[in-house]
């Protein structure tokens, strides 16, 4: 039988009251009820085995039997710097980031880059997806999510938060290494992709200037989604093969 995952936004008491939201889903839709085994998360790294004690209309209460606490990662941190594409693709962008692993989602906004939501309602429905795919994945931490930000403003807050951080970005020509094959080090890494229109020469010349490497993830032109998906899987598998 699979685990039934939720999530709660404080674990540190002995007993805890699921939201609205959760609750509904848990008896709603799983029917679920007092006696029922259920695994709660907090998004912050801690995860709880729990016993549904009871479902009314005050709530669930869920007694806490046991918590794990999940670390948060200080090295070999993956970040996905990314220009928001249209519509909901950007939704499956952070879906399928937080599916395969990668720590840090920062939108990228290019010249080319379709202007996107990114008030309140759009972070809160983007902290809704993470939640979402962490219960389905298995992971306990959110990945951090920053507001969009300028090219040159992006390099300068992962250099200021990531010590010594290896970037790469895409490219096409031949002569490049594939990333496949490119050796990781021992540093946190952040892979660069532009819009569908692709970078321009100013931009590449700015990646560059600031150290950038080109890389390769295969022959043919990809959506934003699925170059995010593609190069996360590759970093993710390459960095937790190392740890």
Same mark, same amino acid.
């Given at each position: 039988?699979?685990?039934?995952?939720?999530?709660?936004?404080?674990l540190?008491t002995?007993?805890?009251?699921?939201?609205?939201?959760?609750g509904?889903?848990l008896?709603?839709?799983l029917?679920?009820?007092?006696g029922?085994?259920?695994?709660?998360f907090d998004?912050?790294g801690t995860?709880?085995?729990?016993?549904?004690?009871?479902?009314? *209309?005050?709530g669930?209460r869920?007694?806490?039997? !046991?918590r794990r606490?999940?670390?948060? $990662? /200080?090295? @070999?941190?993956?970040?996905?710097?990314?220009?928001?594409?249209?519509?909901?693709r950007?939704e499956q962008?952070i879906?399928?980031a937080?599916?395969?692993?990668?720590?840090r989602?920062?939108?990228v906004?290019?010249?080319?880059t379709v202007?996107?939501?990114s008030?309140?309602?759009?972070?809160?429905?983007?902290?809704k997806?993470?939640?979402?795919?962490?219960?389905?994945c298995g992971?306990? *931490?959110?990945?951090?999510?920053?507001l969009?930000? !300028?090219?040159?403003e992006?390099l300068? $807050? /992962?250099r @200021?938060?990531?010590p010594?951080?290896a970037?790469?970005?895409?490219?096409?020509?031949?002569?490049v290494i594939?990333?496949?094959d490119?050796?990781?080090?021992?540093?946190?890494t952040?892979f660069?992709?532009g819009?569908?229109?692709?970078?321009?020469?100013?931009?590449?010349?700015?990646?560059?200037?600031?150290?950038?490497?080109?890389?390769?993830?295969?022959d043919t032109v990809?959506r934003?989604e699925t170059?995010?998906a593609?190069c996360?899987?590759?970093?993710c598998?390459?960095?937790?093969?190392?740890?």
């Amino acid at each position: 039988m699979r685990t039934i995952r939720l999530y709660c936004d404080n674990l540190q008491t002995d007993t805890v009251v699921l939201d609205e939201t959760e609750g509904h889903h848990l008896c709603k839709v799983l029917r679920l009820g007092p006696g029922n085994g259920v695994e709660l998360f907090d998004g912050d790294g801690t995860c709880a085995e729990g016993t549904i004690e009871t479902a009314d *209309r005050r709530g669930i209460r869920v007694r806490i039997a !046991g918590r794990r606490y999940q670390p948060q $990662r /200080i090295d @070999h941190r993956i970040v996905l710097a990314v220009s928001m594409p249209k519509g909901q693709r950007f939704e499956q962008v952070i879906e399928q980031a937080t599916e395969l692993g990668v720590d840090r989602i920062v939108p990228v906004v290019f010249e080319r880059t379709v202007k996107q939501a990114s008030g309140p309602s759009a972070l809160e429905r983007y902290r809704k997806i993470m939640i979402s795919a962490c219960k389905q994945c298995g992971r306990n *931490r959110l990945p951090q999510m920053d507001l969009p930000l !300028g090219l040159e403003e992006c390099l300068e $807050r /992962i250099r @200021h938060d990531f010590p010594h951080p290896a970037m790469l970005f895409g490219g096409f020509s031949s002569r490049v290494i594939p990333l496949c094959d490119w050796p990781m080090s021992d540093s946190d890494t952040a892979f660069f992709i532009g819009p569908e229109g692709g970078l321009n020469e100013a931009e590449t010349k700015t990646l560059r200037d600031a150290g950038a490497i080109e890389v390769r993830l295969c022959d043919t032109v990809l959506r934003i989604e699925t170059a995010a998906a593609a190069c996360s899987a590759i970093l993710c598998a390459k960095r937790d093969s190392r740890c």
